[in-house]
T-cell receptor
Framework: EAGVAQSPRYKIIEKRQSVAFWCNPI?????LYWYQQILGQGPKLLIQ????????DSQLPKDRFSAERLKGVDSTLKIQPAKLEDSAVYLC?????????????FGQGTRLTVV | GENVEQHPSTLSVQEGDSAVIKCTYS??????FPWYKQELGKRPQLIID?????GEKKDQRIAVTLNKTAKHFSLHITETQPEDSAVYFC????????????FGAGTRLAVHP
């Protein structure tokens, strides 16, 4: 089956600029996650969607980050304005719901560098 | 909310030796504990997982143990090989809820020939 697709793979922007990342989950996966992975650290959950509804966004810096998942499929994550500390890999993952299908499949990630 | 701590942060072993990575979690409601392997520049990939209704699970050279009372779980790799070198992440989630997956900080494993 096709995996989780993310774009772009790399992005370099100046601080205070805006940027958007796109994710296409595995077909049929109702749950979609955005994680931020700073170099040398574990993935930090930013936001979790169940279909097109937000389940958890407690770690999302809402003053600058926003995310949406229209029609319960693709998702976009936006940062506006970016700060130097936003430099990280942004990982999108998806999973089926239900106890029997809990594996989260990750995309390749978008490496963001803020200069 | 859930907090997952992972130790050690780095681990260096000789080829053929065993490697053990330990994690503790804070939320007693967590009942699903996956382990992911991330090679340099690549995406994390699931290598093994365990649910709270079992205490141990094994898959060839990899095993995971769970102690629900103490709220800790461990990854055991036997007969390590150079291709086992990677960063390993443990995670915890609650099945039946919305499966919020919280990761540990990771362990960088280096296997030396």
């Amino acid at each position: 089956e096709a995996g989780v697709a993310q774009s772009p793979r790399y992005k370099i922007i100046e601080k205070r600029q805006s940027v958007a990342f796109w994710c296409n989950p595995i077909s049929g996966h109702a749950t979609l996650y955005w994680y931020q992975q700073i170099l040398g650290q574990g993935p930090k959950l930013l936001i979790q969607f169940q279909n097109n509804g937000v389940v958890d966004d407690s770690q999302l810096p809402k003053d600058r980050f926003s995310a949406e998942r229209l029609k319960g499929v693709d998702s976009t994550l936006k940062i506006q304005p970016a700060k130097l500390e936003d430099s990280a890999v942004y990982l999108c993952a998806s999973s089926l719901t239900g106890a029997a299908n809990t594996e989260a499949f990750f995309g390749q990630g978008t490496r963001l560098t803020v200069v | 909310g859930e907090n997952v701590e992972q130790h050690p942060s780095t681990l260096s072993v000789q080829e053929g030796d065993s490697a053990v990575i330990k994690c503790t979690y804070s939320d007693s409601a967590s009942n699903y504990f996956p382990w992911y392997k991330q090679e340099l520049g690549k995406r994390p990939q699931l290598i093994i997982d365990i649910r709270s209704n079992v205490g141990e699970k094994k898959d060839q050279r990899i095993a995971v143990t769970l102690n629900k009372t103490a709220k800790h779980f461990s990854l055991h790799i036997t007969e390590t090989q150079p291709e086992d070198s990677a960063v390993y992440f443990c995670a915890a989630a609650q099945i039946g809820g919305y499966n919020k997956l919280i990761f540990g900080a990771g362990t960088r494993l280096a296997v030396h020939p």
